[in-house]
Structure formats: C-alpha cells, structure tokens
C-alpha cells in the first residue's frame, strides 16, 4: 500500500490513546517506511534500543533532569497502548531506525520555571482543546466520549489504515487555521513546531522523499505540514536557553497517567485504555469478567449469571445511547446497577484498582542511573523489598536482621527526602523493638533520588552527610534533637558526632526553657531506641541529663504570670518532661539486649503500677527525686498558672508521691470560694484534663467528684459563661461511656453514687484486688485477636 501513501507520512495521534496506537501500528505495517521519527527529546535517541529489552515493561517513561540541578526535570510517560512506545517496538522488531525529533531537553529544562510545566514533557498547553473543538462541530458536548466513539471502538480491521489519520489531519488542518488567527498558538509550540521540521528535512535528505514516517500529537501535524524555509526555522531557534541535561528510563505507573495523579496530558482511564488496546476481540465481556474477579477477590457474591446480565445491560444503554459499543459509561452503570447492587463503594474500588489500575513498570538494570540509584536498587533486591504502585503496608520486626536493615534503609531515605515509606501506627504491639510502614512508590521518588545524589554514591554515605549538614544549619535545638532521633533509627554513627556536637552547644546557649522541653522527649527517645537497635547512646545520655537539669531549674519561674494560651503549652510541656524523664531513667538501669526478645516483650508489658514500684531501684533515682520535688514546686505556688499546678498535683497523684486525701485537699483549696472562677477551671482543666484519664478518676473517687459538683453549683451566672468554654474542652475529651456514667453520679446525688460504678460489695468483678481466673478466661481471644502466640506467658509474668 506505500503507493497511496501521502509521504512523508505523518501519524496524529492522541498521546496514550489505544485508538490511536492500533492505528499507528496498522499504518506502519501497511506503509513500511525507512524510518521512523517520533515526539520526544533527541537526547534518548541512546536509549531507543532498551525499549526491546526483555526486562523492559511499560508504563515507562523518559526521565530528563538538569545535570547541575536535578530537581528541574521533566518527563516523557509511555504506556503499552501509548502511540509513540508502539512505534518504538515497530521500529526495534523490524530493523527500522528511530530517533527522537522534538525540541531538545536542553532546551525545554532551560526555560524559566514558571513557564514550565511541572511534569509533562509534552507540553500541550494549549488555551484550545482540540477534542473539545472537534466534538462540539460535530454536536457532542462530551469530548471524551466522542473520541471514543470515533477512534478507540474503530476495528482493528478496517480497511484503510490511513484514514483515520488523514480526516484528523484535515480536521487538526482547519482548527489551526482558525485558532492561529487568534493568537491561540503559544510560542513554545512554534519553536517546537520549527525544530521538527528541521529533523524532519534532514530525514528527507538521508531515506528519501518516500521512507519518511512521523509519529507526533496531532496537532502538530499541520504544521510539519507546512512549508517554511530552514533558514526561517533557524532563526526562530537562535538564542534559545540551554543547560546540559541527562536522561534514562524510569518506571511508570497508571496511576500517574491519569489526570487525577496530576499529569496534565494524561488520560482519566488509563487501566480501560490498556485493557481496550490489549483484549483480541470482545472488550465489554472480558472487561466485565476481571470486575466479578476483583470483587469475588473482596468476597462479594458474583456468579457468572451476574455478569452476563451486567453485558446486556451494557450493551442495552450503548444502543439507547446512540453509541456504537459499550463504553466506559456504559460498562461503569452496569457494575453499579448488577455487580455491585448500586452501591458506589465496590465501585469506588473498581475504579481505583481496574479502571485506574496499580500497574508499575519495570526498567533494566542498563539503563543509566545515578549511583545513588544503582545503591538503592541493589538494597532493594537485597532486602526483598520491592518498589510497588499500591500502597501497602510493611510490618518489621527490629529484632530480626532484614527487618532491621529493611528499617534503616526507609529511615535512611527519609532523611534523603525519598519518602518511599512513611512511619504508621503499629497494630498489635506498641513495642520499640516494632515499627509499621506504610510503602508507596511514585515515579517521581526517581527525581528526588537524582537531587539526593549530591550528598554520596550511596544511601548510607548520602544519608549521613545530608544529616551533619542538616544538624549544622538546623533553626532550633528541637530540630536538632529531633535529627539525632532519626539518625539513631537510620543507622548512621559517623553522623551523630556531629550531630551530638552541634546538640550540646545549641543546649549550652538556648536559655528558652520552652525548647529545652521540646528538646528533651525526642532526645531521650533517641536513647531508648539506640538501645533496641544495640546502638551507643552515652554521649547523648550525657546531654540529655544536662539538658533535664537546666529544665528543673528554669521551669518554677518560667510558668508564672502566662496568659491562657502560654499556659496551655507550658502545660503540654510538662507532660513531655515527665514521660522523658521517666523514660530517661528507665533507661538508665539494666535493660535487654536488643536480641533477649523475652525481655523485650517483658519490658513492653509491664504495667503502672510494677513499673511505679521497681523504677526507685534504678540507677538514676536522683534524676526522679529532682523532678518529683520541681512538680511539688509548682503544684504550690499561686504565682503559676492553674492548668500547670492542676497539673502537677495529678502528675505526683499518678507517681503515688501524693495521697488521695493530700489531692482532695490541694483541689479543695484551688476550688475555695477566694479563688477566681476562671483560675479553678484552669486548675480542674490541668488535673482531669488533657487526656489524662482523669475521667474516670473522677468516676472512681467520689470525694473529688463531689468538690468539682460543688464548685460548680456555687459559681454565679456572670462567670459561668466565663468558665464554660474551658470545662466544655476539658469534658468533651472523655470517651462517651466516661461522660454518661459522671451525668448519671451527679443526677443520682451522693448517697447512690456506689450504685452506679457498681462498687457494691458482693457485685463479681469489682473487688479491692483483680479477679485473675475471669482475667485468664479472656486470654484466648486475645491472643487470637493480636496473633500473639507467647501473650500467655507475657501476660502471666506482668500479673496479667
């Protein structure tokens, strides 16, 4: 058929349009030319062959960066049923020569950010949209439908494989005739425009007026069309920005091929666009039978009569329609309507994992890569630890040695700014020999590895550099101590000496007792867990005991005389001073070995009240006896703030350094008629507030129940509405069964209150000590629950 070709032939497309690949694919088999030029960056011309490794999968896509700035970059995505990687493949398997034509990398990275577009390499900023132009002509008002009904439902075996491309070309012909009048045409086309007209003329001179074939949008077709001078295009890109740029394949993924991922010339379906240029013959069928799949998967009932149904219904709508086949509409309504019994969350599933799809490509290990990237691929194939598309949640165990390096490695990568994972809570166990991570690679983590190359050649040199420069330029103490933390859990030794350094003059010159609070608790979890991970911590215990001491003795005078607001954090800061405090000294005594997983499990375990009775024998009982005595301090003073003396008092309650009479006295005294109404809310807000438990403290003690009951009664009208807010905050905070049982003491009154939190002597279960044979009854089930198969014996051993 070359002799009804019009040469050089020129194949619009729509970029990621499985239409438009059949079509380029029929067209270069029945045209058979000598080469083949596609829309890209001529930089990859190199890399062309790797398209036909076997290792390479699409979604792929051509990564460019600036050598000397990274993080400018832009890319050029291909999927399997994309126009231009269905020339490549014709081109490789049958000997043809390709390259490259668009503008340069070179050029297009050079130009000022704000005139880039931030990830599409195309550059199809038009102000027209030219579906959207050619379906309103023909009287559609659904651009995307209409182009399905022209191109993407076309048979493969029509008969004429250039027609298609000759009416969008005469189409495209008449848009730019009308829209270039106007100015519509922005300049970056035409200088684009003007180099593949160059590339175009020199692949005349060397295959021949009848051997050339040209894949590219279509919209650029009229213009390669149209006769120019070189000269003239010459002149048009003399003095073009330019800057050295480097380029590779990169996976892809069909998530980032959609609009919804952020990629403006993308496709919002690209998981139908694949299954509709991959599936031999009856879409609609087969595309229905891989949704009963997914949902049989998420063990919903759908049996083949289901589907055969939904393909009726399907084609039924396409007909009522007016539409040639079933479309995604179409095939969408029908699982609502069969499938899924009109519920939109199945189909929300649907449509997350088919119709947008997980799909990640894969590149060989030839591609060019910086060597931070070679690094990060071998401890990935090292650890098992597989990049993948669909977020997915990783479960390590510290104490086992690929969970620990699994663990070091996304701490390392965090520091890097490649957050390929991101901490979440742990289920099952809050020990910290256990971490939980959520997994999600995105195409442009390949970015943020190039820009982290700077710092080494491998993650762990990388790493450790980003972090002694991070800990040199930190604003605060607390991001300093926070970066020691996370040097301890990346594993870096050759960077917490300088961190350390830094950590100990910052703390010597900061006299805002405010930051050495913020700075204590994550420098004594640094600590804790550099003993899980067998790391040394003794320089960071040193400064983390200085920097205790300096906080007991600026802390008495730094919470008087604070407004609401500032007390409010004075008392946020108190409570972060005395978890670290009690976790620095725990720390201190004799712990486990980062391997005695029985110890591990026997720590983690260990109840208050043990934990209260055994923590004075530890070696820093001095550290706690100075702390207890600053809570003292400042539960006395009147020239604190209320919620940080209601505070105080509860901390020394819970530590057993404080009766319950003593607690009922001091709330006696801050609630006396003499006291502000808005102080004694501030005083209550800090002593059964904040998250405390102190709901059911009050539940369980009727003495101090009856004194806020009281208090309360006897606050005039004027300064209720005062109060109000703050008690409101302070309640609203406990769980709902904590709320009703407090409204139903204080409805009942005093003499039945017992009756209501089933004190009751002779009431099972409610007793001065626990009843351990119904405790052990449970046991079972949550051992079944947690999956804990050794909970037995943990629990036992903390007295259940």
């Not at 000269?231 to 800057?243: C, E, F, S, W």
């Not at 954090?569 to 976790?583: Q, Y």
């Not at 007793?767 to 351990?772: G, I, L, S, V």
Request: aromatic share 4%; charged share 30%.
């Amino acid at each position: 058929m070359r002799d009804v070709v019009r040469w050089p032939l020129l194949l619009g497309v729509r970029h990621h349009g499985p239409g438009s690949a059949r079509g380029v694919r029929a067209a270069l088999e029945a045209a058979r030319p000598r080469t083949v030029l596609i829309e890209g960056p001529p930089e990859a011309d190199a890399l062309i062959a790797l398209a036909a490794h076997e290792d390479m999968r699409p979604p792929v896509a051509l990564l460019g960066h600036a050598v000397d700035e990274p993080g400018r970059s832009a890319f050029w995505p291909m999927a399997e049923f994309s126009p231009e990687w269905v020339a490549l493949r014709w081109s490789l398997e049958h000997g043809v020569p390709a390259r490259f034509i668009d503008l340069p990398a070179a050029h297009s990275l050079a130009w000022d950010k704000e005139e880039e577009t931030a990830e599409d390499g195309e550059a199809e900023d038009l102000r027209v949209d030219p579906l959207a132009a050619l379906a309103g002509a023909a009287g559609h008002d659904d651009p995307e439908r209409w182009w399905e009904d022209v191109v993407e439902h076309r048979s493969a075996g029509d008969r004429d494989p250039f027609a298609p491309f000759a009416a969008l070309e005469e189409a495209m012909t008449a848009l730019r005739e009308t829209y270039d009048d106007v100015g519509v045409d922005d300049d970056r086309d035409g200088l684009r425009e003007a180099y593949m007209r160059l590339q175009l003329r020199a692949a005349l001179r060397e295959h021949g007026a009848d051997g050339v074939a040209v894949v590219c949008g279509a919209w650029h077709v009229p213009a390669l069309r149209r006769r120019t001078t070189v000269a003239a295009d010459r002149a048009q890109l003399r003095g073009l920005p330019k800057v050295k740029a480097d380029l590779t394949w990169v996976p892809w993924t069909h998530r980032r091929l959609a609009r919804a991922g952020g990629y403006g010339a993308g496709v919002d379906s690209p998981g139908w666009y694949g299954h509709l240029f991959a599936a031999p013959d009856r879409p609609v069928e087969r595309w229905l039978t891989k949704v009963a799949g997914l949902l049989r998967e998420e063990d919903r009932i759908v049996s083949p009569a289901h589907v055969i149904e939904a393909v009726r219904l399907a084609e039924a709508l396409a007909a009522l329609r007016g539409r040639p086949l079933p479309g995604l509409g179409e095939t969408t309504d029908a699982v609502r309507a069969v499938l899924c019994e009109g519920s939109d969350v199945p189909l929300a599933l649907v449509h997350d994992r088919l119709v947008v799809g997980d799909a990640l490509g894969e590149v060989p290990a030839e591609a060019p890569a910086v060597p931070l990237q070679r690094d990060l691929d071998r401890a990935q194939r090292r650890l098992r630890l597989k990049p993948e598309a669909r977020e997915r949640e990783a479960e390590l165990d510290l104490r086992k040695e690929n969970d620990a390096e699994r663990s070091r490695l996304l701490h390392r990568l965090r520091l890097l700014h490649v957050p390929w994972g991101e901490p979440a809570a742990a289920r099952g166990s809050t020990g910290t020999f256990r971490e939980t991570w959520r997994l999600h690679w995105e195409p442009e983590l390949s970015v943020r590895v190039a820009e982290a190359g700077v710092w080494g050649t491998t993650v762990l040199a990388a790493a450790t550099a980003k972090a002694q420069a991070d800990a040199v330029a930190a604003p605060g103490l607390a991001d300093v101590t926070a970066l020691a933390e996370r040097c301890l859990l990346a594993g870096l030794p050759d960077a917490l000496p300088t961190v350390t350094r830094v950590l100990a003059d910052r703390a010597a010159l900061d006299a805002d007792v405010g930051h050495l609070a913020q700075a204590l608790p994550a420098l004594v979890r640094a600590q804790r867990y550099g003993d899980v991970r067998g790391t040394d911590t003794g320089a960071l215990a040193g400064v983390a005991a200085g920097l205790a001491e300096r906080i007991f003795v600026g802390l008495p005078p730094a919470c008087a005389a604070l407004d609401a607001e500032a007390a409010e954090e004075m008392r946020r800061h108190v409570d972060a001073v005395h978890g670290a405090v009690g976790l620095l000294a725990e720390a201190a005594g004799p712990g486990e070995s980062p391997g005695d997983a029985a110890g591990a499990r026997h720590q983690e375990h260990r109840d208050h009240r043990e934990y209260r009775e055994h923590r004075d024998h530890r070696e820093h009982p001095e550290l706690r006896r100075r702390w207890l005595r600053v809570l003292r301090t400042l539960s006395a003073r009147d020239a604190v703030a209320g919620v940080v003396r209601g505070r105080a008092v509860r901390l020394l309650l819970d530590e057993g350094e404080v009766a319950d009479e003593e607690a009922a006295r001091l709330m006696g005294l801050a609630l006396s008629p003499g006291t502000p109404p808005a102080d004694a809310a501030a005083w209550i807000e800090g002593f059964v507030g904040g998250g405390a438990g102190g709901g059911l403290l009050l539940v369980h003690d009727e003495r101090l129940l009856a004194l806020v009951d009281a208090w309360l009664t006897g606050v005039s009208a004027e300064a209720f509405t005062d109060v109000l807010p703050l008690l409101r905050r302070t309640f609203a905070a406990y769980e709902t069964g904590v709320r009703r049982t407090l409204g139903e003491l204080v409805r009942r009154g005093p003499e039945q209150r017992a009756d209501v939190v089933g004190a009751v002597a002779g009431v099972p279960g409610f007793a001065a000590e626990a009843d351990r044979e119904r405790a052990d009854a449970v046991l079972p089930v949550v051992r079944l629950l947690l999956g804990h198969d050794d909970l037995h014996d943990d629990l036992v051993e903390v007295g259940a």
